[in-house]
């Protein structure tokens, strides 16, 4: 069961873009729909921004949105706000697991 | 609206034993499946295991096979986790987890497994 791969830091300023992607396999992040995306703040329990690759829960902003290629998902954070510094985590749907993790991403607003 | 509080974490040696507890509320407890994931201190998420809405499919994680056991009692809106063998390495915050994506967690319950 290893872990999806994501990049250790990002680092954006207010009003920027940032993309944080989730590396994964045919047997996970490439064989299924069900690619999900969480925030997390310090001492807080995560809080889901994305699932089923694209798909915003109610009350997330728009500004949140999600994407896969291949065996690669991807989160896009537009109009980076100071709020948005937090670790973010991919999560999927395996054929083995049968659920995984990213390693998470810590966001840093500049 | 979904409220899930764990409860039962604590101080146990290596080689103890714990049941963890998440009561719900809000929403039709035996309609959901459930989750436990964990996070090591300072560390990522990490899925522990899984139980369907009946109780009929369960799952875990190969890190806690044989060791770990999910159950849950549809009655009471309760879901557990029996943890025995308990080794450093099952040190963390437990968290429930629950709805489409793990929309919904609750705050999370320590495990120190330490002598």
């Known amino acids: 069961q290893s872990a999806l791969t994501q990049p250790a830091s990002v680092s954006g300023s207010p009003g920027q873009s940032i993309t944080i992607s989730c590396t994964g396999t045919?047997?996970?992040?490439?064989?299924?729909?069900?690619v999900s995306w969480y925030q997390q703040h310090p001492g807080k329990a995560p809080k889901l921004m994305i699932y089923e690759v694209s798909n915003r829960p109610s009350g997330v902003s728009n500004r949140f949105s999600g994407s896969k290629s291949g065996n690669t998902a991807s989160l896009t954070i537009s109009g980076l706000q100071a709020e948005d510094e937090a670790d973010y985590y991919c999560s999927s749907y395996t054929s083995s697991a049968p659920w995984v993790f990213g390693g998470g991403t810590k966001l840093t607003v500049l | 609206q979904v409220q899930l509080v764990e409860s039962g974490g604590g101080l146990v040696k290596p080689g103890g034993s714990l049941r963890l507890s998440c009561a719900a509320s809000g929403f039709t407890f035996s309609d959901y499946y459930m989750s436990w994931i964990r996070q090591a201190p300072g560390k990522g998420l990490e899925w522990v295991s899984y139980i369907s809405s009946s109780g009929s499919t369960i799952y875990y994680a190969d890190s806690v096979k044989g060791r770990f056991t999910i159950s849950r009692d549809n009655a009471k809106n309760s879901l557990y986790l029996q943890m025995n063998s308990l080794r450093a390495e099952d040190t963390a915050v437990y968290y429930c987890?629950?709805?489409?994506?793990?929309?919904?967690w609750g705050q999370g319950t320590l495990v120190t497994v330490s002598s």
């Open positions: 987890a629950t709805g489409r994506g793990w929309s919904d």
């Open positions: 045919s047997s996970d992040v490439g064989g299924y729909n069900y």
